[in-house]
């Protein structure tokens, strides 16, 4: 990813995050490719803004106190940021998941991380969560996320070893409709070729690589298909957790129940792996407290203490 990509990328980041408008001054401390003289600086900003708005980005511009002619300021309202994609085929769905993963990972670089802990320093209120694609990490490799799209599109044999319920690898082999995602994993769909019916595969229990064969009958997608059918894993461990009135709104959306405390809730979310969850909690900062399990604890605090250190 080139420099100017990933500034683009970080300057989205802070002023999605940001509640309130951010001043020139904070954007050049916050964001990190903002180099050289202010004269500098100021040119790389214009063109910037004019990259996001050429994108469709609309970049709002206020005041940080509409009482006083302070210096203007700039956010990126969440409701204005959303895409009406209309109606889109599975492939494209496919190549936006990619898409999402590329956000993904720039989403939760330390880069990223930095410029919301600084502006949190600064008193800047931001609730970053909100930022949308930001509130699932991905952990497949995006090489085998391009070979199942590249199998989408053409219709083509997919074939890898699965691991069964009896931790038995099996080798399987489908043509994939579709590929989506569901707390923090990645599934793919298709035809099963022997079974002849559609099932659904997590991929981090494919072991080994994935192969493409040319598939050379004709192929009709199935038209009752629909991505609702895809069925999580179940999981054993729950974490407790208390969130702020008002925030966390991601990790609500996972939460299997939740008890009023006042001015926090208590919610219980299912643990489908340690590394996703505790980078959902990190988001959040203060606005969250873990109570159990305690490697969850301990996992979090290992992170947050990694972070303060890289950024002193």
Do not use: C
Not at 13 to 30: D, M, Q, S
Not at 56 to 67: A, H, K, M, R
Not at 259 to 271: F, S, V
């Amino acid at each position: 990813m080139s420099r100017k990509i990933e500034r683009l990328i970080n300057l989205t980041i802070a002023l999605l995050a940001t509640t309130r408008y951010l001043t020139k001054t904070e954007i050049f401390r916050t964001v990190e490719g903002y180099e050289g003289s202010p004269e500098t600086k100021e040119r790389m900003f214009e063109r910037d803004k004019d990259d996001l708005r050429s994108l469709g980005i609309s970049i709002d511009v206020g005041s940080f106190d509409p009482l006083f002619a302070d210096e203007a300021g700039y956010r990126i309202k969440a409701e204005n940021y959303q895409l009406d994609l209309g109606e889109i085929t599975p492939t494209e769905i496919s190549l936006l998941s990619l898409a999402a993963d590329a956000w993904q990972d720039a989403a939760f670089a330390d880069a990223a991380q930095s410029a919301i802990l600084k502006l949190s320093s600064f008193g800047v209120p931001a609730d970053p969560i909100d930022i949308p694609g930001a509130s699932q990490k991905l952990s497949n490799s995006s090489a085998d996320l391009e070979t199942i799209t590249g199998a989408i599109g053409t219709s083509d044999l997919l074939v890898f070893d699965y691991l069964s319920t009896d931790l038995v690898a099996e080798e399987r082999t489908i043509i994939p409709i579709a590929l989506s995602n569901k707390s923090g994993f990645w599934y793919v769909s298709g035809v099963d070729n022997q079974l002849q019916e559609i099932r659904t595969f997590r991929l981090d229990r494919v072991q080994g690589s994935l192969t493409v064969r040319k598939n050379k009958d004709a192929f009709e997608y199935p038209a009752d298909f629909e991505l609702n059918q895809v069925d999580s894993a179940a999981t054993l461990r729950f974490a407790i957790i208390d969130v702020r009135k008002g925030k966390g709104h991601a990790l609500r959306t996972l939460a299997t129940s939740v008890k009023d405390l006042g001015e926090w809730d208590q919610i219980r979310i299912p643990i489908y792996t340690i590394e996703y969850l505790t980078a959902q909690i990190l988001w959040h900062g203060e606005d969250v407290f873990v109570h159990e399990p305690a490697d969850l604890r301990e996992t979090v605090i290992s992170q947050l203490q990694e972070l303060l250190i890289n950024h002193e």
